[in-house]
C-alpha cells in the first residue's frame, strides 16, 4: 500500500527565515517518483518537482531545495529567504506503477511580513 | 505554454443534479485524470484514462461518477445525482509518459457546490 505522510499541518515563518517541509513515503515498488506541489490561495495545483527513485541526487532550483533520502523514505523540501509570495499549502505526493498520485495531507505555510 | 484548462471554474446545483465538468488536456498527452479535493482536505485520485478507457479508480469512483473522452480533445466528468458531500474542487491533469517518467499537468480547477 501506498502512503504520504506530512506531519507538519501548519507552519509560520517570518520573512526572509528558511523553511524545511518534511514528506515521509511509504511504498513496497522499487520505482516510484516522487512530488511537491504548490497549492496558492487561489487553488490550483501548481507542480514544482519530481523525482524518481533512483535518483537521489539533492535539487536546488533557485531558493527551493529538496533532500531525497531514501534510507529514511524521506523527501523534504527547504524554502531559502522565504517570501510572503511562498504563502500557500504544499503536498507532497507519490507515484507508483499505478500510474496515479497518492497526496498527503499538504503543510499549510504561513510567511509572515 | 501548454495548460490544461477546465470549465466551469465554479459551479453550484442542487442535491440530485446531473452535473458535468468539462476539461480540455494538453493536446500531446495521452493520458487524463481526475482528482477530488474536499475543502481544507487532501487532493485524492478518483479515476485515470488512456486510450479510450478507465484505467485506474479508486472506491470514491462508484456508479454515480462517469467519464468520457466525447470528441477527442475535451475529457468530461459526470455526476449523476449530486450529494452534499460531492461539493469539491475537482482537478483535472493530463500526462505523458515518456519512458516511464510521468509529469501530470493540473488545470485550474472546477469548485462544485451542491446546494
Known amino acids: 500500500a501506498q502512503k504520504v505522510t506530512q506531519a507538519q499541518t501548519e507552519i509560520s515563518v517570518v520573512e526572509k527565515e528558511d523553511v524545511t517541509l518534511d514528506c515521509v513515503y511509504e511504498?513496497?515498488?522499487?520505482?516510484?517518483?516522487l512530488f511537491w506541489y504548490k497549492q496558492p490561495p487561489s487553488g490550483e495545483l501548481v507542480f514544482l518537482i519530481r523525482?524518481?527513485?533512483?535518483?537521489?541526487q539533492n535539487e536546488i532550483s533557485g531558493r527551493y531545495s529538496w533532500n531525497f533520502q531514501k534510507s529514511t523514505s524521506s523527501f523534504n523540501f527547504t524554502i531559502t529567504a522565504s517570501q510572503v509570495v511562498d504563502s500557500a499549502v504544499y503536498f507532497c505526493?507519490?507515484?507508483?506503477?499505478?500510474?496515479?498520485?497518492?497526496f498527503g495531507t499538504g503543510t499549510r505555510l504561513t510567511v509572515i511580513p | 505554454e501548454p495548460e490544461v484548462t477546465q470549465t466551469p471554474s465554479h459551479q453550484v446545483t442542487q442535491m440530485g443534479q446531473e452535473v458535468i465538468l468539462r476539461c480540455v488536456p494538453i493536446?500531446?498527452?495521452?493520458?487524463f485524470y481526475w482528482y477530488r479535493q474536499i475543502l481544507g482536505q487532501k487532493v485524492e485520485f478518483l479515476v485515470s484514462f488512456y486510450n479510450n478507457e478507465i484505467s485506474e479508480k479508486s472506491e470514491i469512483f462508484d456508479d454515480q461518477f462517469s467519464v468520457e473522452r466525447p470528441d477527442g480533445s475535451n475529457f468530461t466528468l459526470k455526476i449523476r445525482s449530486t450529494k452534499l458531500e460531492d461539493s469539491a474542487m475537482y482537478f483535472c491533469?493530463?500526462?505523458?509518459?515518456?519512458?516511464?517518467?510521468?509529469?501530470?499537468?493540473f488545470g485550474q480547477g472546477t469548485r462544485l457546490t451542491v446546494v
Open positions: 493536446s500531446n498527452h495521452l493520458y
Open positions: 505526493a507519490l507515484e507508483t506503477g499505478a500510474n496515479n498520485l497518492f
Open positions: 523525482r524518481n527513485s533512483f535518483d537521489e
Open positions: 491533469a493530463s500526462s505523458v509518459q515518456l519512458r516511464g517518467v510521468t509529469e501530470a499537468f
Open positions: 511504498t513496497r515498488d522499487t520505482t516510484y517518483y
